[in-house]
């Protein structure tokens, strides 16, 4: 059984930074892509941040140059260091991974809340 255990979530000040990681585990599972989703009250589940196996990523507009996704393959872990946070960012983010057979597990959700 898949399971994605997420941490890193909190209060933060508007400027402020916050780093959230994702440990995947689970025998035999083989992760293709690894990525962060966000959900605001009253909003659709938006994507952040993806990362595939060899490296590349995809973020979306509104976090560029603020956010950073980064993995280890070895470790089946993946992180997402947020900087420069404005309150437009508050929301549950999780963690989704994918593995080669097209598999999707979805994280718990943490709650990341930017406010003075």
């Known amino acids: 059984q898949v399971q994605l255990v997420e941490s890193g979530g909190g209060l933060v000040q508007p400027g402020g930074s916050l780093r959230l990681s994702c440990a995947v585990s689970?025998?035999?599972?083989?992760?293709?892509?690894m990525g962060w989703y966000r959900q605001a009250p009253g909003k659709q589940r938006e994507l952040v941040a993806v990362i595939a196996s060899g490296g590349n990523t995809n973020y979306a507009d509104s976090v560029k140059g603020r956010f950073t996704i980064s993995r280890d393959n070895a470790k089946n872990t993946v992180w997402l260091q947020m900087n420069s946070l404005i309150p437009e960012d508050t929301a549950v983010y999780y963690c989704?991974?994918?593995?080669?057979?097209?598999?999707?597990?979805w994280g718990q959700g943490t709650q990341v809340t930017v406010s003075s």
């Open positions: 689970g025998r035999g599972v083989s992760v293709y892509a």
């Open positions: 989704k991974v994918v593995d080669f057979g097209a598999n999707a597990y």
